[in-house]
T-cell receptor, first 114, second 114 residues
Framework: AQSVTQLDSQVPVFEEAPVELRCNYSSSVSVYLFWYVQYPNQGLQLLLKYLSGSTLVKGINGFEAEFNKSQTSFHLRKPSVHISDTAEYFCAVNTRGSQGNLIFGKGTKLSVKP | DSGVTQTPKHLITATGQRVTLRCSPRSGDLSVYWYQQSLDQGLQFLIQYYNGEERAKGNILERFSAQQFPDLHSELNLSSLELGDSALYFC?????????????FGEGSRLTVL
């Protein structure tokens, strides 16, 4: 079975600082990896995904993530955050050949302060 | 706007009651997924339907059931409600079986059981 661990439940950071949100996964088979963002009182929207190919994936709003198979990680990064990036971020996995349902981590609340 | 519509947005009911949550997927999407989001459990996959047929089952209680109708909308029925069922229930949809994992989420139905 797959699982996802997001190591930090909350990450406070100042505006224009860089940020990294950590995600590790566990799976015995090849996986697809995703980051979703949830703004207050909204549903989840896809930030970026890794399916295959280049291990550095770029997403919306200036975010990027790097797939590291040996470390089973998929950390999310942004070089300079804005107040508007304040949200909860979820890492998710599904396995190739699965029915498509995603297994989510418990989320990381990013709080950007002025 | 993801194109996924959920009703009602908010619902308050009493223990022992039964409620129905409704989801209209994006136009053209055949798969519908239901997730439960709570503070202690995070985002839990409940069940998936594909073109009217149940495709995958997650941590769905026996008191809960779902179906997908010929017009592809879906309903999640929650019965004999308990306080612990209070949560945000998300519906998501995808084009096919969702094998590439891009799910489109609605804004959720917030259920409060008193």
């Amino acid at each position: 079975a797959q699982s996802v661990t997001q190591l930090d439940s909350q990450v406070p950071v100042f505006e224009e600082a860089p940020v990294e949100l950590r995600c590790n996964y566990s799976s015995s088979v090849s996986v697809y990896l995703f980051w979703y963002v949830q703004y207050p009182n909204q549903g989840l929207q896809l930030l970026l995904k890794y399916l295959s190919g280049s291990t550095l994936v770029k997403g919306i709003n200036g975010f990027e993530a790097e797939f590291n198979k040996s470390q089973t990680s998929f950390h999310l990064r942004k070089p300079s955050v804005h107040i508007s990036d304040t949200a909860e971020y979820f890492c998710a996995v599904n396995t190739r050949g699965s029915q498509g349902n995603l297994i989510f981590g418990k989320g990381t609340k990013l709080s950007v302060k002025p | 706007d993801s194109g996924v519509t959920q009703t009602p947005k908010h619902l308050i009911t009493a223990t022992g009651q039964r409620v129905t949550l409704r989801c209209s997927p994006r136009s053209g999407d055949l798969s519908v997924y239901w997730y439960q989001q709570s503070l202690d459990q995070g985002l839990q996959f409940l069940i998936q339907y594909y073109n009217g047929e149940e495709r995958a089952k997650g941590n769905i209680l026996e008191r809960f059931s779902a179906q997908q109708f010929p017009d592809l909308h879906s309903e999640l029925n929650l019965s004999s409600l308990e306080l612990g069922d209070s949560a945000l229930y998300f519906c998501a949809s995808s084009l096919a079986g969702g094998r590439t994992g891009e799910l489109f989420f609605g804004e959720g139905s917030r259920l409060t059981v008193l």
